[in-house]
Nanobody
Framework: QVQLVQSGGGLVQAGGSLRLSCAAS????????MGWYRQAPGKQRELVARITMFGSTNVTASVKGRFTISRDNAKNTVYLEMNSLKPEDTAVYYC????????WGQGSQVTVSS
């Protein structure tokens, strides 16, 4: 079955940490670039971090130095490690596989309280 299944997320106080995971199935994961997006209430979905099939990464400026994207090809899983969380990081986070299938995870709520 072709799908992305997310886990992690939740409620954390400002300054805390969370890790999101996204397990892929039905795709050639090792040959697929992966991304993490987020969508806050009333805002457009934005790209937070991206990792190529070679492991090169980039993150959006607002999370640079706080968020890290990584992948484990043996587990077909991509991760988003989020540290020093701020209330403005509150959003639903989605993983995405950059393939012709345009695959998305089911979304994970991240809520950061002040």
């Amino acid at each position: 079955q072709v799908q992305l299944v997310q886990s992690g997320g939740g409620l954390v106080q400002a300054g805390g940490s969370l890790r999101l995971s996204c397990a892929a199935s039905g795709i050639i994961f090792s040959l697929t670039a992966m991304g993490w997006y987020r969508q806050a209430p009333g805002k457009q979905r934005e790209l937070v971090a991206r990792i190529t099939m070679f492991g090169s990464t980039n993150v959006t400026a607002s999370v640079k130095g706080r968020f890290t994207i990584s992948r484990d090809n043996a587990k077909n899983t991509v991760y988003l490690e989020m540290n020093s969380l701020k209330p403005e990081d509150t959003a639903v986070y989605y993983c995405n596989a950059e393939s012709s299938l345009d695959l998305w995870g089911q979304g994970s709520q991240v809520t950061v309280s002040s």
